[in-house]
């Protein structure tokens, strides 16, 4: 085996098609870092000319003197294989000790172990402990089996749905019912989505600046997702909202209408005839029915006035990169919120990710919590509802370059 810098060529022709490819290791991602500024490098290992694991390394200025380097989402590597993770260990340690390293931090995209949709885990399913074995016999430290989010580090836990060889009509039978109700109510036609192009970003980080402030969670400056769209471009990126088209709505009210109003005329001809009780019950439900479409009627009306014809619901920002469409991010206007444009969205891109033959949707983080007392509870039953499974990655590992110092840093940083 050979340790070696490799060229941006090689590296992205490795990282693309590797099983732990991610947008977050990949070559968009580092020319992005190295546009601003970065101190950057690709290195990897060769056996027989071929590259057989590779990461980009980000550093930047710890304690005045020395660096601290990031692999973010990486290492892309065989971790079984325990020959390799010490060669590329030991390697990778002397070359960031010449770049006057004190540690490097990574987070491997690889699952610890198998959980199905509630987050329990898998009676005989798939683990992965030999990773953490392996990593620490050669050397890392590891963070642990953290729960919750830390500004500090990337997502530990992920709820995806798989698409690999799945239909639309597939999903839907895996859905909860209140999704598959909620996918019902949308295919009415009115709740539209369209995809914003880069030159309207704006709008979308105005929605989610408005959501993120509503609930309380931290969100990206409008910058960051420029930067990621221009660096993955509109062939990797897509960022749909789902808006209320008020003609066909109107229209689809006007009809529901006049159908119950025609109802009342027919059932009260009945009732004139022969006096019925249920007769009378139906009569009632269907007068509340118009009143109710009556009073939507001038509310669309109203919205029509201020807004014109299309009124603006949800939008996210996906990512499509390895084998995965990434539900990056994402807001809403609460006050618009019934007429289900996140669902709208959701149920587009999944039909993409089906129609381009993505095998995994990534609706990323959750906090590893399942308790109803959690935080995020809600946001993961939402996830859940849709069959999503719980995935929980190994974690934070930490490879001490200069071990001495590095003790007495962690020990004041308390990293792991």
């Not at 019912?177 to 019902?184: A, D, E, N, S, Y």
């Not at 709008?203 to 989610?208: D, E, G, R, T």
């Amino acid at each position: 085996m050979e340790f070696l810098e490799l060229t941006p060529e090689e590296y992205d022709l490795f990282a693309k098609n590797h099983p732990q490819a991610n947008f977050l290791q990949s070559l968009p991602q580092y020319e992005m870092k190295k546009k601003a500024g970065y101190e950057c490098y690709i290195v990897g290992a060769k056996e027989n000319n071929e590259v057989i694991a590779a990461s980009f390394l980000v550093g930047t200025s710890v304690l005045k003197i020395f660096r601290y380097f990031y692999a973010q989402r990486g290492i892309l590597m065989d971790y079984e294989n325990q020959e390799l993770v010490t060669f590329f260990m030991k390697e990778l340690k002397q070359f960031l000790k010449a770049k006057k390293a004190l540690y490097l931090k990574f987070d491997p995209y690889v699952r610890y172990q198998e959980h199905d949709k509630n987050g329990d885990i898998v009676v005989d399913g798939f683990e992965n402990k030999q990773v953490v074995t392996n990593l620490t016999q050669a050397g890392c430290l590891h963070g642990g089996f953290t729960t919750g989010f830390n500004d500090l580090s990337q997502v530990r836990w992920m709820m995806v749905l798989d698409l690999k060889e799945k239909t639309p009509d597939d999903l839907m039978q895996g859905m909860d019912q209140l999704r598959k109700r909620m996918i019902k109510k949308i295919d009415k036609g009115y709740v539209k989505v369209r995809e914003l192009p880069l030159e309207e970003l704006e709008l979308f980080a105005n929605i989610v600046n408005q959501t993120s402030e509503r609930k309380g969670f931290y969100n990206r400056e409008l910058a960051y997702y420029t930067s990621l769209y221009e660096g993955f471009g509109s062939d990797r990126v897509k960022v749909p909202l789902a808006y209320l088209d008020l003609p066909m709505y109107l229209k689809s009210l006007e009809e529901i209408k006049e159908k119950e109003a025609q109802k009342i005329a027919k059932l009260t001809t009945q009732l004139e005839k022969k006096p019925n009780e249920k007769i009378e019950k139906n009569i009632k439900a269907a007068e509340e029915l118009v009143a109710l479409n009556q009073e939507r009627i001038e509310e669309a009306k109203t919205l029509q006035a201020s807004y014109g014809d299309q009124l603006t619901l949800s939008t996210a920002f996906f990512i499509q990169y390895g084998d995965e469409v990434l539900y990056l991010a994402g807001g809403s206007y609460a006050e618009y919120n019934k007429f289900n444009g996140p669902y709208a969205i959701q149920w587009y891109m999944m039909n993409y990710g089906i129609e381009h033959q993505y095998a995994r949707y990534n609706f990323y983080g959750t906090s590893g919590n399942f308790n109803q007392d959690a935080s995020d509870y809600g946001v993961f039953t939402f996830k859940r509802g849709f069959n999503a499974v719980a995935e929980e990655l190994v974690g934070d590992f930490y490879l001490p370059i200069r071990p001495t110092l590095f003790n007495l840093y962690n020990k004041k940083k308390h990293l792991v």
